[in-house]
């Protein structure tokens, strides 16, 4: 069996090849520059050292750092620009990007940020979900902090989670009516069953980003690769979920759940 260490490692390093891989495919049937598709379509950044957590160069915080790199990332791409296929670029980007990754995996730093061989977890009271406020809504977050076992083992457990979520959310922000959540997650059928029916009809997609909301989709419940999903993704350029921003009005979201837990007999 895998460790947790050799698993971030190679979930660290398949991910990183296949970003790569759609970057280079992006440079084909997008005209924008190589250093805003690097930076805003893949999860590079927040794999290496660089990142603190917080602040992102996707939001519009400059790091020195990070352009060199990918001043170095787009001389590997002009230099395997006649490559018949990318994967020696893929293997090359890797390379370069492994050292700044694999400080990452070495230990601590900064509090809880490194902890976890690189998987950045913060404590949150409702299991895997967490939350923030925008405007007038909450927007749900989902982490698996359970690997490599799956939160959609118990279902029972997980919906409690939610709607403690919910009473917090009525103590805290009562003025709040609108919960939300976008994410390729949305259109996993155990996520979705715990919102009500306008939750799905309400969806909207949005674009590929550098978050979960777009490439949690190639993480496996434990913490390793997910290779059907990317194979899919190689085979087709098309995200097999693509990110679905779904919402519904926080006292139909309430119902639902309680609705649930009467039929687990809770």
Known sequence: MKSRLEIRRNYDRECVKLKIWYVHHLL???PRPFAELITTRADIYRRTHLWDGKRHPAQGYPDPEWNVLV????ELFHRHRADATTAALEEAAYALLMP???ERLAGERK?????????VIPPTPYGSFSRDYAEDRVHIHFTNVLQPNSPFWDMPALTRLLLKLLDDLEQDRPDIRIVQCGSWINNFPPFRSLFPPEWIENARVSKPSYTY???GQFMAHTGDFHYRNAARFRATGALPYPSLVCSADRDSVRAHVEHLLAEYGE
């Open 28 to 30: 084909q049937t997008e």
């Open 111 to 119: 509090g809880n940020l490194w902890e976890g061989a690189g998987q």
């Open 100 to 102: 700044a990754m694999e």
């Open 213 to 215: 909301g777009t490439w």
């Open 71 to 74: 001043d170095r990332l787009q």
